[in-house]
């Protein structure tokens, strides 16, 4: 072969690799473990850039792990459940089994030819049997611990679809499937107890050091931990047994700025109301079409109907405020019932304002006076504020300072108590659809609901199901739902809810330890790799996932099925940038834009056409869109360049946490690049130049700062500048007047340096020069420390703060000697012409400053 082929070397790289075991991860004690995992894919069928991108990175650290003698578990498998294989199956015909099959096949034939270093013997689905009986065995175990409840809660429904959707699939009111305008409806939904674990699941972020500071603040404030105070209205006028209105609050320091109470649509005495009362029952039923996220009611247009019931004011009986049903408080946060100050909220503003109810200051900024306001005064908490409305304490005090004080005068004088809260709700996973893991419970009419024995798992889906009709097939199968009690023996009927696929997610970490165990794990493999010890990922799951996660770590630590120390299974976490690429736009005949991919665009002196001359618009870089059409497909590279190109590409042109935009330029010159680094090695094969001392060692040198500073680079996620420093290293090989055996030797290791990025390509250098075995298996590169002092450094000289010059003078040299030799440079005698030198600091190593 007398140039660079990748299109010949990498598919029989791949083919050694796999004969020779070399990614089959091994339990041996004899050598520490590393375990690296990538969050896995759902199958749509393609893979995209961003895959690439991810799964190198991967890759680099696996390869790297496992030449510097850690035994390395890389796995790979997918996150195959969910609406979008259903969805498939209505719209095409088919089966979702099929249509995530089929995916998942084309799926691993594209990313294969990537020459990932994955363990494709642990590969598994979760909609694999294997796979969700094992989590519905866990389901039952969770039970048991008390982890798992049944209770009634309000949802998200979509009367078309006939299913609840998650809050993220409520668009604007409405199913994002169907378009039907959404109901929120009251369904008994089974939960797992994540709330108990609010304060745990808090606190463990501080320890979780190895993960970016973003990501554990947005987990902190999911978690949301508040300090308030809970109390008690006494009621007037209210039906019998609601003689009281629980409420809490974060702010009890506004309690004396109170002008009105509201309640839930979905509280107790709304419901009450409900029943006896059309006007009330008709406002109630409009609240249930809005979503139940917080978003949702927060967009909404704020609606209250006044029940004519009124409470009074814990700090003075003759002050009445009136009871109202509104439609942005929700249900499952603290009570259900709140007290409006509309001076320091700006949603009670807005309601106070709408139905004209008074709005009274608690306290104004430091300095100023008590008058009225056109919005609501809502600084932090930290700051000072004068309090004209103040409980005991200082009159000018910090939020912060006032609450505690409100709380203590509440508590001194019998009104509530202090109470810690958390935003955290507990984990609504009852889904109405049939592409998802069954819940493993019974109904029976004697025994209640039973879970199924576990010698009956997995509760298997049925194939026979239609889509012909909306709703959930398992709902309306003749034979699936008719089952025997496990408890009794007599009649039953199945669970029909399957379990969001977010459980799925939520402990495969865990699985790869022992995929093909018949229990959730086996102890010996999950005490040798747990944890993971590097997860990489998008920061779009920075929260549920990872919150679910450690979550089901905790709930498998209590079950039996992890060790203590993997309640936090992700010892370090890193959230990747996207891969992003121009767009190319045009109009069509009725102005509506035209978007054209990539490789349909001719560019020129003149700007981007398409073939037939049509001048494009190019709008700046965006994350690569199918609706868009700026997607490069990953084997269209693999295609014209080799998948070395595609890895080297996405992992040199910047930071790794980083958006990179995809450029053809860009991989023209990564494949350039790589075609050179080939070149050398062949030529090295049939030079002969003698060896040359000082060269020798200059290389020498170099090669040791090159195995030095890649090796940081990779360790630090700085893989752009390993990348940088490689760059470097060849020139300087290029360019070296080495001997052949030192520009071999030197050659060698730059194969070792390349594996992790580019392994294809470093196993045909490797070979072309005579390396034993595969270098995929040999031992990462150790630089040896007095090659990387150096004889002589290069300082700059500084006069009056401004570069001037430069000398080079030998390591080590007294910083008097120093001096005498900047002052003598020719560029500093010239550029001081004269002048006298104030002062001259000499900063060993580094820099030398001169002050005339």
């Known amino acids: 072969?007398?140039?660079?082929?990748?299109?010949?070397?990498?598919?029989?790289?791949?083919?050694?690799?796999?004969?020779?075991?070399?990614?089959?991860?091994?339990?041996?004690?004899?050598?520490?473990?590393?375990?690296?995992?990538?969050?896995?894919?759902?199958?749509?069928?393609?893979?995209?850039?961003?895959?690439?991108?991810?799964?190198?990175?991967?890759?680099?650290?696996?390869?790297?792990?496992?030449?510097?003698?850690?035994?390395?578990?890389?796995?790979?498998?997918?996150?195959?459940?969910?609406?979008?294989?259903?969805?498939?199956?209505?719209?095409?015909?088919?089966?979702?089994?099929?249509?995530?099959?089929?995916?998942?096949?084309?799926?691993?034939?594209?990313?294969?030819?990537?020459?990932?270093?994955?363990?494709?013997s642990r590969e598994f689905a979760t909609c694999d049997p294997e796979y969700y009986g094992q989590q519905q065995a866990m389901f039952i175990d969770m039970m048991e611990a008390g982890l798992v409840y049944r209770k009634n809660a309000v949802v998200n429904w979509d009367p078309v679809d006939m299913t609840v959707l998650a809050n993220e699939q409520v668009i604007d009111g409405r199913g994002w499937r169907s378009g039907a305008v959404v109901e929120r409806r009251e369904l008994t939904q089974w939960f797992f107890r994540i709330s108990d674990y609010s304060g745990e699941l808090l606190e463990a972020l501080?320890?979780?050091?190895?993960?970016?500071?973003?990501?554990?603040?947005?987990?902190?404030?999911?978690?949301?931990?508040?300090?308030?105070?809970?109390?008690?209205?006494?009621?007037?006028?209210?039906?019998?047994?609601?003689?009281?209105?629980?409420?809490?609050?974060?702010?009890?320091?506004?309690?004396?700025?109170?002008?009105?109470?509201?309640?839930?649509?979905?509280?107790p005495l709304a419901k009450q109301l409900e029943r006896h009362d059309p006007k009330v029952a008709e406002f109630v039923a409009e609240c249930r079409?809005?979503?139940?996220?917080?978003?949702?009611?927060?967009?909404?247009?704020?609606?209250?109907?006044?029940?004519g019931i009124k409470v009074l004011h814990p700090f003075d009986d003759s002050w009445e405020l009136p009871v109202y049903i509104a439609n942005f408080i929700l249900m499952d946060y603290g009570t259900g019932a709140i007290f409006g100050c509309p001076a320091h909220d700006q949603r009670d503003f807005e309601f106070a304002s709408k139905y004209?109810?008074?709005?009274?200051?608690?306290?104004?900024?430091?300095?100023?006076?008590?008058?009225?306001?056109?919005?609501?005064?809502?600084?932090?908490?930290?700051?000072?504020?004068?309090?004209?409305?103040?409980?005991?304490?200082?009159?000018?005090?910090?939020?912060?300072?006032?609450?505690?004080?409100?709380?203590?005068?509440?508590?001194?004088?019998?009104?509530?108590?202090?109470?810690?809260?958390?935003?955290?709700?507990?984990?609504?996973?009852?889904?109405?659809?049939?592409?998802?893991?069954?819940?493993?419970?019974?109904?029976?009419?004697?025994?209640?609901?039973?879970?199924?024995?576990?010698?009956?798992?997995?509760?298997?889906?049925?194939?026979?199901?239609?889509?012909?009709?909306?709703?959930?097939?398992?709902?309306?199968?003749?034979?699936?739902?008719?089952?025997?009690?496990?408890?009794?023996?007599?009649?039953?009927?199945?669970e029909t809810d399957t379990m969001d696929t977010f459980v799925d997610s939520s402990w495969y970490y865990a699985r790869f330890t022992a995929p093909r165990a018949t229990t959730p794990t086996v102890a010996e493999d999950a005490d040798y790799w747990m944890n993971v010890d590097q997860y990489i990922g998008g920061i779009e799951h920075a929260i549920l996932h990872l919150l679910y996660s450690r979550f089901f770590a905790r709930a498998m630590h209590k079950t039996g099925h992890l060790p203590a120390r993997a309640i936090e299974p992700f010892n370090a976490l890193f959230t990747q940038g996207m891969v992003t690429h121009e767009i190319y736009k045009t109009t069509d005949a009725n102005g509506r834009p035209v978007y054209h991919l990539p490789e349909d665009i001719i560019r020129s002196e003149q700007g981007a056409t398409l073939a037939d001359g049509t001048v494009v618009e190019v709008i700046p870089s965006a994350k690569m869109s199918k609706s868009k059409k700026n997607v490069v497909d990953p084997l269209k590279i693999i295609t014209d360049f080799g998948a070395d190109t595609a890895?080297?590409?996405?992992?040199?042109?910047?930071?790794?946490?980083?958006d990179v935009e995809w450029t053809a330029s860009g991989a023209e010159a990564a494949f350039k690049h790589l075609a050179r680094v080939w070149r050398i090695a062949d030529e090295l094969t049939r030079a002969d130049a003698a060896a040359n001392p000082a060269e020798d060692a200059a290389l020498a040198k170099a090669t040791a700062k090159a195995v030095d500073e890649v090796t940081r680079g990779i360790d630090g996620f700085a893989f752009n500048k390993a990348i940088a420093k490689l760059y470097e290293f060849t020139n300087t090989l290029s360019r070296s007047g080495a001997g052949v055996a030192a520009k071999r030797g030197a050659m060698l290791t730059m194969a070792q340096l390349m594996q992790p990025m580019t392994p294809h390509l470093a196993e045909e250098v490797w070979h072309m020069l005579g390396g034993a075995g595969l270098v995929a298996q040999a031992a990462w590169p150790k630089a040896d420390p007095a090659l990387l002092v150096d004889d002589s450094v290069t300082l700059p000289i500084q006069i009056n703060g401004k570069r001037r010059a430069e000398i080079t003078v030998p390591a080590g040299m007294p910083a008097s000697e120093v001096e005498k030799l900047a002052l003598a440079d020719e560029a500093v005698v010239k550029f001081l012409a004269g002048a006298p030198v104030k002062k001259i600091i000499v900063v060993p190593g580094r820099i030398i400053n001169v002050v005339a």
Not at 419 to 442: A, E, K, M
Not at 447 to 471: H, I, M, R, S, Y
Request: glycine share 8%; with cysteine.
């Open 1 to 120: 072969m007398s140039r660079y082929e990748p299109s010949q070397t990498e598919p029989k790289w791949q083919a050694e690799w796999e004969a020779a075991g070399t990614f089959t991860a091994r339990r041996d004690p004899a050598k520490p473990k590393y375990y690296v995992l990538e969050m896995f894919p759902y199958p749509s069928g393609r893979i995209h850039m961003g895959h690439v991108r991810n799964y190198t990175m991967g890759d680099v650290v696996a390869r790297y792990k496992a030449a510097s003698g850690f035994s390395v578990l890389h796995p790979m498998g997918w996150d195959a459940f969910g609406m979008p294989a259903e969805n498939a199956a209505m719209e095409r015909g088919g089966h979702p089994k099929e249509w995530t099959y089929g995916n998942i096949a084309d799926m691993r034939a594209q990313m294969k030819p990537l020459g990932l270093s994955i363990d494709w």
């Open 356 to 494: 004209g109810l008074a709005i009274k200051p608690v306290f104004v900024a430091e300095g100023a006076e008590e008058a009225a306001l056109a919005a609501a005064f809502v600084p932090m908490k930290s700051e000072r504020v004068r309090y004209v409305r103040g409980f005991a304490g200082a009159e000018t005090q910090t939020g912060e300072e006032a609450v505690a004080a409100a709380i203590a005068q509440c508590e001194a004088n019998g009104v509530g108590r202090g109470v810690t809260n958390y935003r955290l709700r507990d984990w609504g996973i009852s889904r109405q659809r049939y592409w998802g893991c069954p819940i493993p419970v019974v109904h029976c009419a004697t025994c209640g609901v039973v879970a199924e024995a576990k010698a009956n798992l997995p509760v298997k889906l049925p194939d026979d199901v239609t889509f012909d009709q909306p709703g959930n097939p398992l709902d309306r199968h003749p034979t699936w739902r008719d089952c025997t009690c496990p408890k009794c023996g007599a009649a039953a009927r199945r």
């Open 647 to 658: 890895r080297w590409f996405v992992m040199s042109d910047s930071p790794p946490e980083r």
């Open 206 to 267: 501080d320890s979780l050091k190895d993960w970016p500071e973003k990501v554990r603040l947005m987990q902190a404030n999911w978690i949301g931990k508040s300090r308030g105070l809970q109390f008690a209205f006494t009621t007037t006028g209210a039906p019998e047994g609601f003689d009281r209105l629980e409420v809490y609050t974060t702010r009890p320091d506004t309690l004396l700025g109170a002008s009105f109470a509201a309640i839930s649509p979905d509280h």
């Open 289 to 307: 079409r809005i979503g139940t996220s917080e978003e949702a009611l927060e967009k909404a247009e704020k609606r209250g109907l006044d029940t």
